[in-house]
């Protein structure tokens, strides 16, 4: 089913295919398409937020129309990710205050989900699929299901086309020791899989990270031709950009401690903090110049001009400025403001003072440190209360007013088509929240098919469990070869069924990494709406889990199970092939709660290690079940070691009569042996009934972990 599915949407070399047939009625669909999508405005009026009490962000307001592309700048810790983060309603650790509307309005969740994609700063791919299935899987997660497979397909072809990478369509994303695509493409990619459901607006942290300068114009370049051609609202969080890059904005947001240092039109910002006192020089980039002066007063010299001498130490934010304002009185040079003081008989001698004083405070360390904080807490004080106090934050706060005051902005009176009410994938079948049958079916067939994908075009862990149970089959089968029924016999059935079983339990433990590598990427696609937390499992479990654990035990004890010379009863050996099976589900079962609820792959591995030391110390072979204080017996009930080793001696032994003629010749049933060693010869089928119990409760306990621990928290 699986295979005919992705047929039905791929063709050879991952490429979409696409009927000249499929062109009928294709207009009807896109002109449907195109008509649900819609223009955004974005308004954030004195937003704030605090975590334990410590403000991180506080009063920051403005407007982005559509068509624009606006840039959050400031110094590491300025709280851009943050406000990015409350702008794409991320969920946040601490308060959040303020107001943030969409089309003057604020919509619900699922809304917002379906206006909105969201581009985290690290590419989380799947390495084995390719350019244009990430994307064509990302189409038929989140469009609605009843849109036209050919419509969906169009759109992936027209992403691809909008950010230029259809040259590298067809090739894989790429795992570690195996090339992709570069980082840049990924990035590319990444901003791929939120723009095929045409969202109003986009946002991106720091999408230029890690990327070299022309890889970075590239993906900047696409961005602004987003905006600009398609009247899509971008906002974007970015470090220091180059001059280029810094002109393709539109708007700017300038950030220093959580507070606003400007925000405005993104070309008008040289003349905004020249008219402050601070002109850019020429020979500065102005993102580099801005970020350093949201830090210090940084240094305007030229590289061709000496150097004024300066004592050994200077005070960061007093320097020569313009006096064009009468808050940049306040904090010009000391020596200028004493030489105006109308009330001091001379200009001189208190200049002497006050440098001779700051000479003295700087010999003394920790005076020396007080006043570096002071005058650089001084020095964002004065460009915060500047800006708020200025022309440009009146004409922004009057143009806040006028949008939210005014008539809602382009919003569309709810629309239904054939494709839904809108765009959300299975969101659009979750009226009241809950999913429904036929979402949950749709999001489980194309994740069960992307996880099918994932596990035959990366088979090593598949084939090394696969080898690896065959090759210990054989050297079971040759250690314990054709074991007589005597006593030594006995020895030798209890031994190879116990590191059967010891065996399958540890191998389990790589169900803790099998998680690991998609976390990230479970819980952002979930934040985004792709599928819910069930869909995901149950495709994880019957495609990932099943294959590595029923396969693998059938296979070695298939091989074993003659060679060793167990009963040669056909009903007992498929009924220990159960017995096998359903032990090995119950360990991975165990270790996919440790990997859904710790996000440490060591220590889950440490946990998981400790529960099957403790099960196999508690499962009836190093410890008789007779010997077990009272006060602890209560823990062999909790050990599926206990059940699963005693199913398979129940069942090689129950039925066999053993010889002993070291002195004179006896027979002994086998319930006698299994009663001195303290197993019950008639609890097989209760043991796997156990068994069942616990892996039906392990996979509960692990989905609960998922959905409730496994969350995006920023």
């Known amino acids: 089913m699986v295979l005919r599915h992705q047929r039905k949407i791929f063709v050879a070399g991952g490429r979409i295919r696409l009927e000249d047939s499929d062109d009928e009625g294709y207009n009807e669909g896109e002109s449907l398409f195109e008509s649900t999508r819609r223009t955004a405005t974005l308004v954030f009026s004195d937003v704030s937020y605090n ?204 950030l220093a401690e959580g507070r606003t240092v400007y925000f405005g039109p993104a070309q008008q910002a040289t003349h905004y903090f020249a008219s402050i006192g601070y002109p850019i020089p020429p020979e500065y980039n102005i993102a580099d110049y801005l970020i ?76 020396q440190d007080e006043l570096t904080m002071l005058t650089s807490s001084n020095h964002s004080h004065t460009l ?144 985004n709406g792709y599928y819910g937390p069930a869909a995901y499992f149950w495709s994880k479990v019957l495609f990932d889990i099943l294959p590595l654990r029923v396969i693998p035990p059938l296979l070695m004890g298939s091989v074993s199970y003659y060679m060793v010379g167990l009963n040669p009863n056909l009903i007992v050996f498929l009924k220990f092939l159960l017995v096998l099976v359903l032990f090995n589900l119950v360990a991975a079962g165990v270790c996919l709660c440790f990997a859904t609820a710790f996000k440490s792959v060591g220590a889950g591995n440490l946990l998981a290690s400790l529960i099957m030391l403790f099960a196999m110390l508690f499962g009836g072979f190093l410890l008789n079940k007779e010997h077990i204080p009272i006060f602890l017996r209560w823990i062999q009930y909790l050990s599926f070691f206990n059940y699963g080793y005693e199913a398979l001696i129940v069942n090689e032994l129950k039925d066999m009569t053993l010889r002993d003629d070291s002195i004179v010749d006896i027979q002994i049933p086998g319930s006698v042996i299994l009663s001195r060693f303290g197993f019950n010869g008639q609890a097989f089928w209760q043991d796997v009934r156990a068994l069942g119990i616990m892996f039906v409760g392990t996979m509960v306990l692990a989905f609960t972990f998922l959905k409730v621990l496994v969350r995006e928290r920023r």
Not at 140 to 163: A, F, I
Not at 294 to 300: E, G, L, R, Y
Not at 338 to 349: E, F, G, V
Request: glycine share 8%; charged share 20%; proline share 7%.
């Open 292 to 367: 350093d002066l949201t830090m210090n007063k940084p240094n305007t010299s030229s590289p061709s001009e000496p150097e004024p001498p300066t004592s050994s130490f200077s005070v960061p934010f007093l320097s020569r400025r313009s006096n064009s304002t009468a808050s940049i009185a306040s904090t010009r040079v000391l020596e200028d403001l004493a030489a105006t003081s109308p009330t001091l008989p001379t200009a001189h001698a208190p200049a002497n003072l006050l440098q001779q004083a700051i000479a003295d405070i700087a010999g003394v360390p920790d005076q």
């Open 384 to 527: 915060i209360e500047g800006y708020r106090n200025s022309e440009a934050a009146e004409s922004v706060r009057a143009a806040i007013r006028h949008t939210v005051g005014g008539e809602p902005l382009n919003v569309p009176p709810p629309t239904s088509s054939r494709f839904g009410s809108s765009f959300g994938g299975a969101f659009a079948d979750r009226a009241d929240g809950s999913l429904s049958l036929p979402a949950f079916l749709h999001e489980f067939s194309l994740l069960a098919s992307r996880t099918f994908t994932n596990l035959y075009r990366n088979p090593f862990l598949f084939l090394a469990h696969c080898v690896i149970a065959l090759g210990l089959g054989l050297l079971l089968g040759s250690l314990f070869w054709q074991v007589d029924n005597d006593l030594p016999g006995v020895q030798n059935r209890l031994g190879v069924l116990f590191f059967m079983c010891a065996l399958l339990g540890f191998a389990s433990t790589s169900a803790l990494d099998i998680f690991a590598q998609e976390r990230v990427l479970f819980m952002r696609e979930r934040e």
């Open 51 to 254: 975590v334990a009490g410590k403000p991180v962000l506080a009063s920051v307001s403005g407007l982005v129309q559509p068509g624009e592309m606006l840039a959050i700048m400031g110094p590491s810790g300025a709280g851009k990710s943050s406000f990015l983060d409350i702008l794409a309603r991320k969920p946040k650790r601490g308060t959040v205050t303020g107001s943030v509307l969409i089309n003057n309005a604020i919509p619900a969740r699922r809304q917002f989900k379906k206006l909105a994609g969201y581009v985290d700063q690290e590419d989380v791919l799947m390495g084995t699929l390719t350019v244009r299935e990430t994307l064509m899987y990302s189409a038929l997660l989140r469009l609605p299901r009843d849109m036209p497979l050919k419509v969906k397909q169009r759109r992936v072809e027209e992403t691809l086309s909008e950010l230029g990478i259809q040259h590298i369509a067809d090739m894989p994303i790429g795992v570690p020791g195996r090339r992709g695509i570069s980082g840049g493409e990924k990035r590319r990619v990444s901003i791929g899989k939120e723009l095929v459901t045409s969202p109003s607006i986009l946002f991106l942290d720091e999408p230029t990270s890690g990327l070299d300068s022309y890889n970075a114009y590239v993906v900047m370049e696409c961005l602004k031709k987003l905006a600009r051609v398609h009247k899509r609202t971008v906002v974007v969080t970015i470090h220091q950009p180059r001059s280029n890059i810094f002109k393709m904005f539109d708007s700017l947001l300038l």
